[in-house]
T-cell receptor
Framework: GNSVTQMEGPVTLSEEAFLTINCTYT??????LFWYVQYPGEGLQLLLK?????DKGSNKGFEATYRKETTSFHLEKGSVQVSDSAVYFC?????????FGAGTILRVKS | GAGVSQSPSNKVTEKGKDVELRCDPI?????LYWYRQSLGQGLEFLIYFQGNSAPDKSGLPSDRFSAERTGGSVSTLTIQRTQQEDSAVYLCASSSRSGSKTGELFFGEGSRLTVL
């Protein structure tokens, strides 16, 4: 079926380090792909999305490229900040809904 | 309101009791979703409303779970005869869904349910 697999966390980085959170998917066709972020005490919010192969989504210094060859949508940021500490969820669109991964906790220390 | 509002934010109940969780979506959003977030399990889809109809309720885990939406706005998720495995955070989301595309989901902060 349609599913998303994310790297397990927590991921702990020092400020200004490079971030990669891996996400791979299994799907029929080419669904839209998303990254959502949940900051402490807040609801999930859309971080970025890509709707077709080779699209790159970007927002707040984060980027992810839709790779159909490797069925991946890895999240990257060149220099993380303490304020990026949150839970990150990869998701794909399937039918009427979004299917989410298990989430990856990111902790950034100063 | 400006965002998706959920109540209660926290609910502690005894096994076997019924609970109701409420969601007030963003005004004008026709699509409404319920998800469940359990520790280490990610977000599990429960049900999707378009207007007052629920074309996809495939994620409801058992017949103890039900949901309704009235006036194309507020939704209530009801869990009857709660069990300890129902303990989780229940998230509501809404979107201005257009055609076949899900669109951006706007989430509430969730209702944390603890069943003793």
């Amino acid at each position: 079926g349609n599913s998303v697999t994310q790297m397990e966390g927590p991921v702990t980085l020092s400020e200004e380090a490079f971030l990669t959170i891996n996400c791979t998917y299994t799907a029929t066709g080419y669904p839209s792909l998303f990254w959502y972020v949940q900051y402490p005490g807040e609801g999930l919010q859309l971080l970025l999305k890509a709707t077709k192969a080779d699209d790159k989504g970007s927002n707040k210094g984060f980027e992810a490229t839709y790779r159909k060859e490797t069925t991946s949508f890895h999240l990257e940021k060149g220099s993380v900040q303490v304020s990026d500490s949150a839970v990150y969820f990869c998701a794909l669109e399937y039918g009427n809904k979004l299917v989410f991964g298990a989430g990856t906790i990111l902790r950034v220390k100063s | 309101g400006a965002g998706v509002s959920q109540s209660p934010s926290n609910k502690v109940t005894e096994k076997g009791k019924d609970v109701e969780l409420r969601c007030d979506p963003i005004s004008g959003h026709t699509a409404l979703y319920w998800y469940r977030q359990s520790l280490g399990q990610g977000l599990e889809f429960l049900i999707y409303f378009q207007g007052n109809s629920a074309p996809d309720k495939s994620g409801l885990p058992s017949d103890r779970f039900s949901a309704e939406r009235t006036g194309g706005s507020v939704s209530t998720l009801t869990i009857q005869r709660t069990q300890q495995e129902d303990s989780a955070v229940y998230l509501c989301a809404s979107s201005s869904r257009s055609g076949s595309k899900t669109g951006e989901l706007f989430f509430g902060e969730g209702s944390r349910l603890t069943v003793l």
